[in-house]
């Protein structure tokens, strides 16, 4: 069993930035961990991932030069900076955790956190 808890969503302007943490505990040796987003009345949409080793990551397009998804030696927690903020960006981010390679399916991930909400004010 593992427990997800994200933190650092908040309300930021335009062009700012705000890093996003998810703690692990429990069971966590050898999993990756993703971030995905949720907008309001959209689908749950992947964001990033990093491998357990931290070598591997992956960006969804929208991400990709803006977020930058990291863990240290210590492997916990996950973090997702992301700088230069739009409102698109305005989502509940959940991480997720599965073994393996990256991927950008749901229903991949065998545990979810509760989200963390970004708001990005124009």
């Known amino acids: 069993q593992m427990r997800l808890v994200e933190s650092g969503g908040g309300l930021v302007q335009a062009g700012g930035s705000l890093r996003l943490s998810c703690a692990a505990s429990g069971h966590t040796f050898g999993y990756g961990m993703g971030w995905f987003r949720q907008a309001p009345g959209k689908e749950r949409d992947f964001v990033a991932f990093?491998?357990?080793?931290?070598?591997?990551?992956d960006y969804a397009d929208s991400a990709k030069g803006r977020f930058t998804i990291s863990r240290d030696n210590a492997k916990n927690p996950v973090y997702l900076q992301m700088n230069s903020l739009k409102p698109e960006d305005t989502a509940v981010y959940y991480c997720?955790?599965?073994?393996?390679?990256?991927?950008?399916?749901?229903?991949?991930?065998?545990?979810w956190g509760q989200g963390t909400q970004v708001t990005v004010s124009s």
């Open positions: 990093i491998s357990w080793s931290g070598g591997t990551t």
């Open positions: 997720a955790a599965r073994v393996g390679s990256t991927s950008t399916e749901e229903w991949a991930y065998d545990y």
